[in-house]
């Protein structure tokens, strides 16, 4: 089955800590993203790649960074520098930066302990 | 101003009962409408999709665009348990990113 794979499901970082988050898609899709969703908002787009080693800033891409190394791969690392990490993360593809239709993946709670 | 504005609710109804779910958008570029379901804890599904103005019609499910006063719904009729979820609408021009409403949270209580 094709779709949008992200993991892990739960994610806990300390004070100071980098993490990745990971997502891996099989649709054969150029564009990819990252989304941020907390309580009550809508999904804040925090970086978008429009085709392989290829990424462009969102609105809230500050303490966070990417990569597109490969087209089915566009992990988001959450860094030191994001004071308030605490959401549900959100990848998303479509066929390419036009396309209006986004495909989603499960999302990930990162949590700060 | 916000670029899409939707009532959060949560939004009770009982089995049955027929649902219309509503945002306003503030940009008269955008071209590209479409409502996304969220089940709680997952990602966002494309449940509907309308380019300009105009209704259209998938099962249970009618979207509506009035462009001019800038008015997108989406009605559920015979709406089931299974419809519980959270509402998003979502729109675009044709060359910008897709710019979401913040949800509405839907129950439907058997």
């Known amino acids: 089955d094709g779709g949008i794979t992200q993991s892990p499901k739960y994610l806990f970082r300390k004070e100071g800590q980098n993490v990745t988050l990971s997502c891996e898609q099989n649709l054969n899709h150029d564009a990819m993203y990252w989304y941020r969703q907390d309580p009550g908002q809508g999904l804040r787009l925090i970086y978008y790649s429009q085709i392989v080693n290829d990424f462009q800033k969102g609105d809230i891409a500050e303490g966070y960074s990417v990569s597109r190394e490969k087209k089915e791969s566009f992990p988001l690392t959450v860094t030191s520098a994001q004071k308030n990490p605490t959401a549900f993360y959100l990848c998303?593809?479509?066929?390419?930066?036009?396309?209006?239709?986004?495909?989603f993946g499960s999302g990930t709670q990162l949590s700060v302990l | 101003q916000k670029e899409v504005e939707q009532d959060p609710g949560p939004l009770s109804v009982p089995e049955g009962a027929i649902v219309s779910l509503n945002c306003t958008y503030s940009?008269?570029?955008?071209?590209?409408f479409m409502w996304y379901r969220q089940y709680s804890r997952k990602g966002p599904e494309l449940l509907m999709y309308t380019y300009s103005s105009g209704n259209k019609e998938d099962g249970r499910f009618t979207a509506q665009v009035d462009k001019s006063s800038k008015y997108i719904s989406l009605f559920i009729r015979d709406s089931q348990p299974s419809d519980s979820a959270t509402y998003l609408c979502?729109?675009?021009?044709?060359?910008?990113?897709?710019?979401f409403g913040p949800g509405t949270s839907l129950s439907v209580i058997p």
């Open positions: 979502a729109t675009k021009t044709s060359y910008d990113k897709v710019i």
């Open positions: 940009n008269s570029a955008f071209q590209y």
């Open positions: 998303a593809s479509s066929r390419d930066r036009g396309d209006e239709k986004l495909f």
